[in-house]
């Protein structure tokens, strides 16, 4: 059950379903600022061993910035 909500959360967060059925372009089915703040996160996460909410914090300052 687990494995279905988080899979639910990166389809709703990663995949962008109604611009590409509208241009049928697979560029367009990517929400690429948001996979390129989950691989920063990943590995900020893995290598420095951040506590999790500044990694919270900085997806939040990183959301406001870039406006997603």
Same mark, same amino acid.
Request: charged residues 10%.
């Given at each position: 059950? &687990?494995?279905? !909500? ?7 967060? =990663? ?13 367009? =089915?990517?929400?690429? *600022?948001? &996979?390129?703040?989950? %691989?920063?996160?990943?590995? !900020?996460?893995?290598?420095? *061993? %951040?506590?999790? %909410?500044?990694?919270? !914090?900085?997806?939040? &300052? ?7």
């Amino acid at each position: 059950m &687990i494995t279905a !909500a988080g899979l639910n959360v990166a389809k709703v967060a =990663l995949i962008d379903l109604n611009a590409f059925s509208i241009s049928h372009n697979l560029a367009d =089915l990517f929400i690429y *600022k948001a &996979i390129i703040l989950g %691989v920063i996160i990943f590995i !900020a996460q893995r290598r420095f *061993k %951040v506590h999790p %909410v500044l990694l919270i !914090a900085f997806a939040a &300052i990183a959301g406001i910035i870039f406006k997603f």
